[in-house]
């Protein structure tokens, strides 16, 4: 859900900002190109933020909120813990086959930003920090005997499905991707006593 603090014109900067990073590539992206494809005036954009990067990492924090409800809600539809888990690549198909899909913008975004401390690259790290975290959770309802080395494992086969779909061009690196986590799974039964 957006932030209600922000103004009508911020939503406009950040959405328009998000869609062309996304499309494009931040370095590609110059500010002549936000402020006509926003609306927004110059001026404006640097009432709400000090320099390009700060508006970046912002419209990368409100896609990383949209991207994580739509993916916990669409993989949290099966029925039970080994579902939900294997569900992630579902969803992770679903978004493949989207006509604007262009990988996972927070890899791309830190692949641009050499420096670690900038602000866009923490924005990446903590989109990737959620997203193991949601998949420790699911782990943790399976019942996995370690869940933070089965959530690991679970975010790398996503992050390799993501990379291989946009590189390769290789829309079904999920269903492969989720053959591989269904062997992961059946090395690691749920520990005695919990639901599969």
């Given at each position: 859900m957006d932030d209600p603090i922000r103004t009508e014109t911020q939503r406009k900067l950040l959405a328009a900002t998000e869609r062309l990073i996304y499309a494009g590539g931040i370095t590609a992206?110059?500010?002549?190109?936000?402020?006509?494809?926003?609306g927004v005036a110059r001026k404006t954009i640097y009432?709400?933020?000090?320099?390009?990067?700060?508006?970046?990492?912002?419209?990368?924090?409100?896609?990383?909120?949209?991207?994580?409800?739509?993916?916990?809600?669409?993989?949290?539809?099966?029925?039970?813990?080994?579902?939900?888990?294997?569900?992630?690549?579902?969803?992770?198909?679903?978004?493949?086959?989207?006509?604007?899909f262009r990988g996972c913008a927070f890899i791309n975004a830190a692949g641009e930003i050499g420096d670690p401390g900038d602000p866009i690259r923490a924005v990446a790290k903590l989109h990737k920090v959620k997203l193991r975290d949601y998949l420790r959770q699911l782990a943790e309802e399976y019942g996995a005997e370690d869940p933070d080395e089965l959530a690991a494992?679970?975010?790398?086969?996503?992050?390799?499905?993501?990379?291989?779909?946009?590189?390769?061009?290789?829309?079904?690196?999920?269903?492969?991707?989720?053959?591989?986590?269904?062997?992961?799974?059946?090395?690691?039964?749920?520990?005695?006593?919990?639901?599969?």
């Open positions: 992206t110059g500010m002549d190109r936000i402020v006509k494809e926003s009432r709400y933020y000090k320099d390009k990067d700060e508006l970046v990492a912002d419209a990368l924090a409100k896609r990383d909120i949209r991207w994580m409800n739509w993916f916990i809600t669409t993989s949290g539809k099966a029925d039970t813990p080994a579902g939900r888990l294997l569900a992630t690549f579902d969803a992770l198909e679903q978004w493949f086959f989207t006509p604007d494992e679970f975010l790398i086969l996503i992050d390799g499905a993501i990379t291989v779909a946009l590189v390769m061009e290789k829309k079904e690196a999920a269903r492969e991707a989720q053959k591989l986590a269904r062997k992961l799974l059946a090395m690691r039964p749920p520990q005695s006593g919990k639901p599969a």
